[in-house]
């Protein structure tokens, strides 16, 4: 990490415990991101958002009770600074619109490498 970087809050919400833990392991080794806590529902993400500082949310957007599209008009609504990328297997021009109209701040599928998650 370069004193220019500074450290990178996030929450990780997808409904796949597998899922999570490989995101999780996957983004531990980057010195600049810390990982807050992980959810399997929107609910918990507003759970965890009441409690601590974030600066991204990573959601899938589906998932059980509060989906990823509710999820980020919520964020959007009671936390705007937090950014909101979609991280999902759906490449369909209307949820991606839908997102991004909830004020997702970025789209990406599951398909993609390491690369360009990070960037």
Known sequence: ????????????????????????????????IHIIGTAVNGNEVL?????NTVDIVITDINMPGMDGMKLTKEIKKNHPQVKILA??????????????KNGVSGYILKDTGKEELLS
Request: overall charge negative; charged content about 25%; hydrophobic content about 45%.
């Open 47 to 51: 759970q965890l958002l009441e409690k």
């Open 87 to 100: 991280l999902t297997m759906h490449n369909e021009r209307g949820i991606i619109s839908t997102m991004l």
């Open 1 to 32: 990490m370069t004193s220019e970087q500074s450290i990178i809050n996030v929450i990780i919400a997808d409904d796949h415990k597998i899922f999570l833990d490989g995101l999780s392991s996957l983004l531990k080794d980057f010195k600049h």
